[in-house]
């Protein structure tokens, strides 16, 4: 063989080998390392975990070190894998039941050293994981032990625990559910109903499952740490979104400060068996849009991608949470139906011998081979004897049956009782017939089996995790103005670089910036270090997509020698870095007059004509609350086809804007515009919404839609100043009801109307409407006797008193039920009409009310 044949024999060993032992790797990694059955739930370290510590079970906890090293038994890739995975098992408080510093799930410290804790099974681990009886067996690595092939899991444990692994070109992330939900679908896809799972998380916290795609790839979940708003400066993060420490929280929090993106004093870390982040703001920040920030820009808010990938038979495959809910329920019921034949078998086995034994000791057949000198002969003596009496059996006897009755005690024999050994195989028998009973009804036998569970290991396991639907936060208005904006209006520049030109605001660095030029272009850009817009520059600020209270009054004159004309538009939406021009593609057209009005409002100027013969008034007012609001490119209305000097403002001008109405969403606890959620009312100026907890506690706040509602309230409504309120509340201290009314004070701060600070006291009802009744239903006196139910007028059973008042005793007699009857509201009265100037208006204004000399004249000269 040659040199080149050698050298090419070789390359094609090594290619062959590297095929071959690439997909034998990624197949071990895949199957015995990195993804769960979907039948126990279990990667392979976990599963001989478990069953190391069913070996070592005596009821006593064991040293985790022992368990790691009785594990390397089965597992041979070293202690470290063992301990780490022995902990997170411990962590999920299912299975492990833990004694000893095992770490923390919120701080993300680890746990001790595994010579310092200890474990043991929990009850609920030893009756829903193991059954020898029907667990299939292999052998061990090193084939000198057997160990399980997957554990009679009797429970969808893969769902109750979750899972995360990575192996060669694919990976797995299953969240955890709740223990009592899982139960539940369980039983409704046995009864085939339809159900619903959705992930519950140790660390609690909020959840949008909007996106979860019943957990397969592609879906997604939002989580958020729960934030609460102590007072106007302080906040405290309780709860954290999944997958998240408070380390993890702190960290993203502080880097986002120091990014500008949100403005905190400083923030303190007070968690140990309960989370507490305090976070403390300026006095000039906002609570609300500060929350808003950090769920915009730290990690109190992270999206979750599932990919439900688990191993089926040797198979890797991608299923949803409910197929896998439904595969783990149907082989919970062929496991209950294993073990339920299995006892079936043991049963029958039980009641057979029983029966020859009788047979064997009631006929005395035991006499017959005291002079049978051979093995062969005692066993033939005794089948003799006991074929005239095995016709009832169930079976045929066998020689294992007939050596077992030799081994029978003579004492046994001696002692034997016929009605004992009756009720014992009576006993037998009825177990035999509700075995069979539960086999002929297995489905309902398995639905009390779920329910059994639940019922002996789910009290303590409710939800923790709240669903909600989140709002999408909008970052550019939540972030902090984290910088300091300039112009150049000679040159044409803007930017955060310009520090020797005019200061105009302080604007966050992902703000968009809207200029206005001399020659009437509008153009709108992302804050930068410095840009170029154009000489002649009017007027920059910060522009906020679908603003469509920000108004911007205009005069221009169209061409170098046109008229002028005068129109008002909004920006709600335009293409960063295009050039708009609001007056005219004519050379020399120029801007005369510029207003930009935040909330609508319209002011009345005086233009100055210059000297002309033709012209007998120079000066002519406008007032732009005559002028209807229309699109930017509109031409808009002729002012004066007449050269103009200057044009002075003569009056400030108020809003023209109706009214805001606003509904409060209750799915996202948000205010909105959009008609989504419970109607408020019309607001306006300083009008609040008044908010009432359970704890007494009233509150005024502004309807700025970017306030929070995460509470739950009694009331939450449109508050209205002459309106008093009534509250009926219990004095657990004293042991009656009292009824006060009162009106809140108009300060931002919250009041607190409840004077009994008794843990017994509560609210029965808090009422905001006029006219009023309560119908006091009495409970039985001392006699059996019930007292006529009474319904007082509340206007006239108690007068407005002070917020702090006690209030008046409502009734000396013991009372079962206040019913509330409340009036339907008032409808409040319209307001005066405001003429608003229409197309059709402006039309005849343009062609009717022009003088002769080219002049406007006011709408209501006649």
């Known amino acids: 063989m040659t040199e080149e044949q050698n050298e090419s024999e070789s390359l094609k060993k090594i290619s062959g080998l590297y095929k071959d032992w690439f997909l034998d790797y990624a197949s071990y990694v895949i199957l015995d390392r990195a993804i769960p059955s979907v039948y126990d739930g279990f990667k392979p370290v976990q599963r001989r975990i478990m069953h190391s510590m069913r070996e070592l079970e005596d009821g006593r906890y064991n040293k985790v070190a022992n368990v790691v090293g009785n594990t390397m038994k089965y597992h041979p890739h070293g202690d470290a894998s063992i301990t780490d995975a022995m902990v997170q098992i411990g962590q999920k408080e299912l299975l492990i039941d833990t004694q000893g510093n095992w770490g923390n799930i919120y701080t993300g410290d680890s746990a001790a050293a595994a010579r310092y804790i200890e474990a043991r099974l929990t009850p609920f681990a030893l009756e829903v994981v193991f059954n020898p009886k029907t667990t299939e067996w292999s052998k061990s690595y090193d084939g000198r032990n057997n160990e399980p092939i997957d554990l009679p899991v009797k429970f969808p444990l893969l769902l109750a625990q979750g899972v995360e692994g990575i192996g060669v070109g694919l990976s797995t992330k299953i969240l955890p559910h709740n223990f009592n939900e899982l139960i539940n679908a369980s039983i409704a896809y046995l009864k085939d109903k339809k159900f619903e799972l959705f992930p519950d998380f140790q660390t609690a916290g909020f959840l949008d499952v909007s996106e979860y795609n019943d957990g397969q790839r592609g879906g997604r979940v939002r989580a958020r740490a729960k934030i609460l708003q102590i007072d106007r400066h302080t906040l405290t993060i309780t709860e954290l979104p999944f997958s998240k420490t408070t380390g993890d929280l702190i960290d993203s929090i502080i880097k986002a400060n120091e990014r500008g993106k949100i403005k905190i004093k400083k923030i303190e870390d007070n968690t140990s068996d309960q989370v507490e982040i305090i976070v403390h703001l300026h006095g ?31 198979k890797p495959m991608f299923l949803s949470v409910s197929e896998i809910l439904k595969m783990n329920t149907e082989h919970t019921v062929s496991l209950l139906k294993k073990e339920l034949e299995i006892e079936l078998h043991e049963l029958q086995e039980s009641w057979h011998f029983a029966s020859l034994e009788r047979i064997f000791i009631e006929n005395r057949i035991y006499h017959d081979i005291e002079e049978v000198k051979t093995w062969e002969d005692v066993i033939a003596t005794i089948d003799a004897g006991l074929k005239p009496h095995t016709k009832h059996l169930l079976r045929e006897v066998t020689q294992e049956d007939i050596e077992k009755l030799t081994e029978i005690r003579i004492k046994r024999i001696t002692r034997f009782d016929l009605d004992k050994f009756k009720e014992n195989i009576a006993s037998l028998e009825e177990k035999i017939k509700q075995t069979k009973h539960h086999l002929a009804n297995l489905i309902p036998y398995a639905i009390d089996y779920y329910l059994n569970i639940q019922k002996k290991y789910g009290k303590d396991k409710e939800r923790r995790t709240e669903l909600r639907i989140f709002d999408t936060i909008d970052a550019a208005k939540v972030a902090v103005a984290n910088e300091k904006f300039y112009v150049n209006r000679e040159e044409g520049f803007i930017g955060t670089s310009l520090k020797k030109d005019e200061y105009i605001f302080d604007c966050s660095d992902i703000d968009d910036i809207i200029t206005f030029q001399k020659d009437g272009t509008m153009k709108v850009v992302k804050v930068d270090a410095k840009t170029f817009i154009g000489k002649d520059i009017l007027h920059v600020a910060v522009w906020k ?73 120079n000066k002519i007012e406008v007032d732009f609350s005559e002028l209807a609001i229309k699109g930017r490119d509109s031409k808009g209305n002729l002012v004066t086809k007449y050269p103009v000097k200057k044009i002075d403002l003569k ?13 409060f969403d209750d799915l996202i606890r948000r205010l909105n515009a959009d008609g989504r959620g419970t109607l408020l009312g019309d607001f306006k100026g300083d009008d609040k919404i008044l908010t009432i907890n359970s704890n007494g506690e009233a509150k005024l706040i502004n309807f700025d839609l970017g306030n929070r509602f995460d509470d739950e309230y009694l009331i939450l409504e449109k508050w209205k100043p002459e309106q008093p309120i009534t509250c009926i509340y219990f004095d657990g201290e004293k042991g009656i009801y009292f009824i006060k009314r009162f009106l809140p004070e108009n300060t931002l701060n919250p009041q607190n109307f409840m004077p009994s600070e008794h843990p017994k006291s509560f609210i029965e009802n808090v009422i905001t409407a006029n006219r009023a009744t309560a119908e006091i239903v009495f409970a039985k006196d001392k006699n059996g006797k019930e007292r006529e139910p009474e319904t007082i007028n509340i206007d006239e059973f108690i007068a ?36 608003e100037i229409t197309n059709e ?3 005849l204004f343009d062609e009717n009310f022009n003088d002769e000399e080219g002049q406007i004249g006011s709408l209501f000269d006649e």
């Open 284 to 314: 000039d920040v906002s609570p609300d849009k500060t929350i808003d920030a950090l769920y915009a820009f730290t990690d109190c808010q992270v999206a979750i991608s599932p990919n439900a990938c688990v191993i089926v038979g040797d």
């Open 545 to 617: 997509k679908n603003d469509k209270r920000t108004v911007y009054n205009m005069i221009y004159r169209e061409g170098k020698d046109g008229a002028c004309y005068m129109k008002r538009f909004s920006v709600t939406g335009i293409t960063r870095n295009t050039d708009y021009k609001l007056a005219s593609d004519k050379k020399g057209s120029e801007m005369l007059y510029f207003s930009a009005n935040p909330n609508g409002e319209a002011e009345t100027v005086s233009v100055l004509l210059k000297p002309n013969p033709r012209v007998r008034k």
């Open 841 to 843: 208006t402006e039309m």
């Open 651 to 663: 009056e400030e001008g108020i809003s023209t804007l109706a009214p805001r109405k606003i509904w």
């Open 800 to 835: 407005i008193k002070g917020i702090k008042a006690i209030g008046n005793q409502l009734t000396k007699h013991k009372i079962k039920s206040i019913n509330i009857s409340v009036p339907e509201p008032e409808e409040e009265p319209e307001e005066e009409i405001v003429l």
